[in-house]
């Protein structure tokens, strides 16, 4: 496992929204967790095994391989 994924999740991100991958609210109720479901989205893509807290809590998605941790806003 790399010292860092960012990168790599960044680079996900960015390619996803070349392909066309926007982020879509499923209802109207909404407000915010669209956000985390693109992104989560992107770390399955890279195959990252990681840890998803539940809702209103931090970091939004905990990395189990390496101590990092993402927050989406």
Known sequence: MPQTTCFDVFEQ???AVQAGELIES???????????NWFEKRLQTLALHYEGAGRNTYPDFSLVECAEGYEVK
């Open 13 to 15: 991100c960015v390619l």
């Open 26 to 36: 499923v209802s109207a109720k909404d407000k915010e967790f669209h956000f985390q």
